[in-house]
DNA sequence: ACGAATCGTAAGTCACAGCTTACGGTAAGT
DNA sequence: ACTTACCGTAAGCTGTGACTTACGATTCGT
């Protein structure tokens, strides 16, 4: 939904981990739990939330469910920070103007 | 420093109405504490955890602490999540492929 | 139709992050 | 020197979020 969502949903360790799985590709619940130190249902309920947050994508394969990094929200995550970027760059720059100013006195 | 310390940072909301303040440029604390509901040690203890991830800088100011994003941060956030971006797209683009693929058979 | 596989949900426990009050330390004003 | 203002830190409490086990719902195979 919105960014502060998104960036919930990535503050946690374990679904840091789950994104970095899903960056080669689609994988199924299974896959993505195998080798990970929590239980699957750990695992379905991070998907859960990184799925409401935008992040991924749900395709359902016959018996299994294929999850996927969803680009548009990402991309959205990545547009606020832009702004805030652009933002702190500004500030930056003014502020080294008043001290340059301030300075000259 | 990291990457996820940034995203830890970022992802509770008081902090996030901290970051907020400041996108005008640098504030001294009890400018940023005015207005909020919680108390000024409180704000303190955010300030530490935003400046600890990188996204904020301090200038001792006399009396005062003046705090401001640092763009340098900001902008390790923002390369992480373009790779990220990258790899969404390469992904989603070669699942798009592969399905294709299985339709045409 | 029956069993197995894949996955989501419910219920309950527990550690951790955020908040408060209280205190200490430094700089400015008089 | 004394007081005031500004700010950080310590100690303690509390709610929220992450994890587990147990169960239910689909879907595939035979």
Redesign the interface.
Known sequence: MAY?DA??A??D?TR?VI?EK?????LPVGAIAAGMEVSRPAVSQHLRVLSDAGLLAVRPEGNRRLY????DG??E??RY??T??D???A??A??AEEKAKGNAK
Do not use: E, K, N
């Not at 899903?22 to 689609?26: N, T």
């Not at 996927?68 to 680009?71: F, K, Q, R």
């Open positions: 502060q960036i919930t990535l503050a360790p840091r994104i899903l960056r080669r590709g689609p996927a990094i969803a680009p990402v991309d995550l990545r920070l832009d805030l970027w933002d702190a760059l500030g930056f003014r502020a």
